[in-house]
C-alpha cells in the first residue's frame, strides 16, 4: 500500500487474482464440484437441522427478502429459529411493492427443512410494524429476537440533498428500527426476556461521502439500541448493533468509475453477505445472554467491537472561559487529539481477510 493510500499495481494485481480465486470457489460450491463446509449457512438436503443454537426461538428478520437480510434469515431458520421473513420488496430506493423476494427465501427455508412464514408489512409505519409482531404471535404463539435489517438508499451530495429523500430514509431505518422494536418490547417484558438485532452502518460510525440521510439514520441507531439496552435490561432484554460489510443491491449500485473505485469494487466481491449472519444469530441466542449495549462490525472474516464516544482529553480553567481563551488555550491543548474527517476507505484501508 503506497502511503497516500493507494494500491500498488502489484497490489492491485494480488486482490485481482484473489477475487478471481474466491469466485471460482463460490462457483464450485453452487455446482457441487466443492464439498460445503459445516459453516455455510445456503439451505441444501437437510441443513436446517443441523445447527441448534435457536432451537425453537422466534425471530423476525426485516428487510429479509435479499442481501444481508436474506442470509440472515437463512441462518436464523438454520440454527432451528422459526422465522417471519419481512420484505416490502421495494427498489433500493423504496419505492413500489413485491411480495416475491420474501416468499422466495421462505420457500428455500421450508425446503430445506425449516419453518418459515411471509410478511410484507412496512417498518415504517407504526400500525404495520405491529402487524408484523402480530404474525409472528399468530403463527409460531411466541416472539424471541427482532433483527432490524430493512433498508433504502436515497444518496445525494448535502448541498443537493431535498427533504423527502431524508424523510425517506429516516422513516425507514430510524424510525423503523424504533416501530419494531416498540412493538416488539411489551412482550419481551412479559416473557422476561428477547433480543434485539440492529443493523448499523459505517458510513454512521465512520462517515461517508453523500450518505448524510442514510449516516444519520444508521447512527442514529446505535443510540436507540443503546438507549433500549438501558430501559430493557431489567426484563433481560439485549439490544445491540451490528455493522455488515458485504456485496450486496445496495452496495453494488454505488459508482465505479476512476481507478480507484474500480478497485474499492474489486475488493467488494469478497463481502459476501452471508460472512454476516454468524455474528447476528449468537446475538440472537441465549449463548449472548451478557452482550448488551455493544455495537460490533464485521468485514469478512474478522468482527470488530467498536468504540463508542467517551471523553478523550480535558482542559481546565478555574476562573471559566471566554471565547478568547478558548481560541488561546484549549484549541492549541486539544487540537492533536481532533478526531480525522474520515472515511470509511480512510480507515479500513487493507484488504478484506
Known amino acids: 500500500m503506497l502511503h497516500d493510500g493507494r494500491c500498488s499495481a502489484e497490489e492491485s494485481s494480488l486482490i485481482t487474482r484473489t477475487v ?33 443454537m435457536l432451537q425453537d426461538k422466534v425471530v423476525i428478520v426485516t428487510g429479509a427478502g435479499r442481501g ?18 419481512n420484505d416490502v420488496g421495494a427498489s433500493l430506493s423504496g419505492d413500489g411493492t413485491e411480495k416475491t423476494p420474501a416468499e422466495e427465501v421462505v420457500a428455500e427455508i421450508r425446503g430445506a427443512g425449516g419453518e418459515a412464514t411471509p ?20 403463527n409460531y404463539g411466541r416472539i424471541d429476537c427482532v433483527v432490524n435489517n430493512a433498508g433504502i ?3 445525494a451530495i448535502f448541498y443537493k440533498m431535498t427533504e423527502l429523500e431524508w424523510d ?24 422476561q426476556g428477547g433480543a434485539f438485532v440492529h443493523i448499523t452502518s459505517t458510513s454512521g460510525l465512520i462517515g461517508n461521502v453523500g450518505q448524510a440521510n442514510y449516516a444519520s439514520a444508521k447512527l442514529g441507531i446505535v443510540a436507540l439500541s443503546k438507549s433500549i439496552a438501558l430501559d430493557m435490561a431489567r426484563f433481560n432484554v439485549r439490544s445491540n448493533c451490528v455493522a455488515p460489510q458485504a456485496l450486496t443491491r445496495m452496495t453494488a449500485s454505488v ?39 455493544q455495537v460490533f462490525a464485521v468485514r469478512r472474516n474478522e468482527i470488530y467491537l467498536m468504540s463508542q464516544p467517551r471523553p478523550m482529553r480535558s482542559v481546565h480553567r478555574s476562573e471559566g472561559w471566554t471565547p478568547q481563551t478558548i481560541a488561546e488555550h484549549m484549541l492549541p491543548a486539544l487540537r492533536s487529539s481532533f478526531v480525522p474527517v474520515d472515511r470509511i476507505i480512510d480507515v479500513f484501508g487493507w484488504d478484506p481477510i
Do not use: Y
Open 153 to 155: 438508499l436515497r444518496d
Open 119 to 138: 410478511s410484507f408489512e412496512s417498518v415504517a409505519n407504526w400500525d404495520s410494524a405491529h402487524g408484523i409482531i402480530e404474525t409472528a404471535l399468530r
Open 168 to 191: 425517506a430514509a429516516i422513516n425507514v431505518m430510524l424510525k423503523g428500527s424504533f416501530n419494531m422494536s416498540r412493538a416488539a418490547a411489551p412482550h419481551f417484558r412479559e416473557q
Open 20 to 52: 478471481t480465486a474466491e469466485s471460482s470457489r463460490v462457483s464450485a460450491l453452487r455446482s457441487g464440484e466443492v464439498t460445503r463446509q459445516s459453516n455455510d449457512i445456503s439451505p441444501g438436503g437437510n441443513e436446517m437441522s443441523d445447527g441448534k
Open 68 to 85: 444481508i437480510g436474506r442470509a440472515i434469515a437463512i441462518a436464523m431458520a438454520t440454527a432451528g429459529a422459526r422465522v417471519v421473513v
Open 255 to 293: 459508482p465505479a468509475n476512476t481507478p480507484e473505485q474500480k478497485l474499492r469494487a474489486e475488493r467488494r466481491k469478497l463481502l459476501t453477505p452471508d460472512k454476516n449472519a454468524p455474528l447476528c444469530v449468537f446475538l440472537a441466542s441465549d449463548a449472548a445472554r451478557e452482550v448488551n449495549g
